[in-house]
């Protein structure tokens, strides 16, 4: 447990590593990708959160401008549309952008991120509330050396500690690095501040200080 309430589980990994300030400079492309949601405020704030701190973010819209309220309706709509289709979006969307880039998605988003990471290099994956164990979106391994950072609320309701588990072991199995950041309360989408039940800024600002710091490593 860390002194503001959150908690850090690592692999291979100092929560208390310092960070150079000429390391602090250095910026890099972000692709993000939305929740079952879709492109709420909320993705808008992470992206202005990045561009403020010098990274380029491409916001990937999967849904075609389509955007919900409620979780069950998006669902029946991300299935409707199929993973596979979805994840065939995803790759399509960062192919403009060059190797090495950071892959980041909220959510389902997540697991967008996360199979982005297996067919293209990057050089860090960032999972918000939302973490797939690699057979479920059809990959057996993890990409050789790169890191990633997986965030949750302690009590979020689609949090699925198994898959978490098993990607943070995968993650640590090729030879990588992987922070998993526990925050306090219930809300899965707890960075958005369009959702006022799920929101809280304390927990936002400290998720945002850790990315910060891992983008710029």
Known sequence: MTGDGSCCRTESFRCGMSVSKGRLRRMTNIALFHSVLGVRPGVAVAADR??????????????EGLVFDDYD?????????????????AAEAVQGLSDGFIAAGFSNGGGMAEFVATV???????MF???????MI???????????????????PFRNQEAID???????????????????????????????????????????????????A
């Open 50 to 63: 990045l561009r403020a701190a010098g990274h380029d973010v491409l916001v990937v819209d999967q849904y």
């Open 73 to 89: 309706e998006a669902g029946k709509f991300a299935q409707a549309i199929g993973y596979p289709a979805l994840m065939g979006r």
């Open 120 to 126: 293209r290099p990057v050089r860090g994956v960032l």
């Open 129 to 135: 509330s939302g973490a797939l164990a690699l057979d």
């Open 138 to 156: 059809g990959v057996n391994a993890w990409p050789a050396g790169v890191p990633a950072q997986i965030h949750y609320t302690a009590e979020d």
């Open 166 to 216: 098993a990607v943070a072991a995968q993650v640590s199995a090729a030879g990588a690095s992987v922070e998993v950041f526990d925050y306090p309360g219930t809300g899965h989408l707890f960075t958005d501040p369009s959702l006022p039940n799920e929101y809280d800024e304390r927990s936002a600002e400290l998720l945002w200080s850790r990315v910060l710091r891992f983008c710029a």
